[in-house]
């Protein structure tokens, strides 16, 4: 098993690009979360997903969407990048159906945008 | 919403010795309180949790405890190694409801000083 997954490792933006980061997972979890992760601030919640077809906002929602496209796959998508979005970026999954609260992580994406 | 304190941001003990880690809360409805050891370029991961109707826990060298009166808890390592170094985070949740939104701490990073 593979756990959480997330592509690309490494991307590098000018200014008013667009992408979209994805995250898969094979634990069957209902719950995905994306975090945000900058020096001195710990990690951010920007948006998480309670089960396949919802979405809500975190901490620091603004300037991004997401999509729970089934209940494997959760993507982040940055509309018009901005150097203020150059972070590490999480991705998180739980198991919710058994009352599990430990969130399992993806290895990250480094984001920098020039 | 929550909001999680955690003291100090960094802290450098002689190996052997023991290492504390606060956190204070915000939200008196929070429940469950893990911690999460995140060692360079690594993503987080879970080495303890506790919930709210427990006032200390243990798992060999790591223990944690809870005020809930004072809305604070600790991370207790004893016997520290070099293996400790790390980035170490606090989070609070309210575990149970529809989606266990997590907000974790600044994070507190570990050296052990041979």
């Known amino acids: 098993n593979a756990g959480v997954t997330q592509t690309p490792k490494f991307q590098v933006l000018k200014t008013g690009q667009s992408m979209t980061l994805q995250c898969a997972q094979d634990m069957n979890h209902n719950s995905m979360y994306w975090y945000r992760q900058d020096p001195g601030m710990g990690l951010r919640l920007i948006y998480y997903?309670?089960?396949?077809?919802?979405?809500d906002k975190g901490e620091v929602p603004n300037g991004y969407n997401v999509s729970r496209l089934n209940k494997r796959e959760f993507s982040l998508r940055l509309e018009s990048a901005a150097p203020s979005q150059t972070s590490v970026y999480f991705c998180?999954?739980?198991?919710?159906?058994?009352?599990?609260?430990?969130?399992?992580f993806g290895p990250g994406t480094r984001l920098t945008v020039l | 919403g929550e909001n999680v304190e955690q003291h100090p941001s960094t802290l450098s003990v002689q190996e052997g010795d023991s290492a504390v880690i606060k956190c204070t809360y915000s939200d008196s409805a929070s429940n469950y309180f893990p911690w999460y050891k995140q060692e360079l370029g690594k993503r987080p991961q879970l080495i303890i949790d506790?919930?709210?109707?427990?006032g200390e826990k243990k798992d060999q060298r790591i223990a944690v405890t809870l005020n809930k009166t004072a809305k604070h808890f600790s991370l207790h390592i004893t016997e520290t190694q070099p293996e400790d170094s790390a980035v170490y985070f606090c989070?609070?949740?309210?575990?149970?409801?529809?989606?266990?939104?997590?907000?974790f701490g600044s994070g507190t990073r570990l050296s052990i000083r041979p």
């Open positions: 998180a999954t739980q198991d919710r159906d058994r009352a599990a609260n430990e969130q399992f």
């Open positions: 989070a609070a949740s309210t575990a149970g409801s529809s989606a266990s939104k997590i907000i």
């Open positions: 997903s309670a089960s396949e077809g919802t979405t």
């Open positions: 506790i919930r709210s109707n427990v």
